[in-house]
């Protein structure tokens, strides 16, 4: 008779740490790359009151703490000066990447 085997409540915790779950050094990294990031832009929209970009949050799963171990970047939310942007999405795109090329003055095309 073989005996049926069970997936415990240890099973689970361990392989979502080992093969799910994101490891938290790289949630604190992302997360710190982040808020580095958002203090930066706080302080170009300080000095620039016209710049169209309002604030810069964290979102997505790894703001959540719900990010997968395959995860390779982290979801950044900007909020945008409705009058201060265009209409069209990819207007909308190039005249982000200069406001941000304008408060990120090392950022490459990349």
């Known amino acids: 008779m ?3 085997r069970y997936v415990t409540h240890d099973v689970l915790v ?3 740490a080992d093969v ?3 490891p ?3 949630v604190t990294d992302y997360r710190g790359q982040g ?3 958002r203090s930066k832009l706080q302080t170009h929209i300080a000095a620039h009151p016209g710049y169209g970009v309002v604030k810069m949050l964290n979102s997505g799963s790894v703001a959540k703490g719900t990010a997968l171990s395959t995860s390779s970047d982290f979801d950044l939310a900007i909020y945008l000066r409705r009058g ?3 209409e069209g999405d990819e207007e909308l ?3 982000l990447v200069d406001r941000l090329r304008e408060a990120y003055s090392n950022l490459d095309d990349d």
């Open 2 to 4: 073989t005996l049926a």
């Open 14 to 16: 361990a392989f979502g």
């Open 20 to 22: 799910v779950n994101l």
């Open 24 to 26: 938290r050094s790289r």
């Open 35 to 37: 808020n580095r990031m």
């Open 84 to 86: 201060d942007v265009p």
């Open 93 to 95: 795109v190039y005249w």
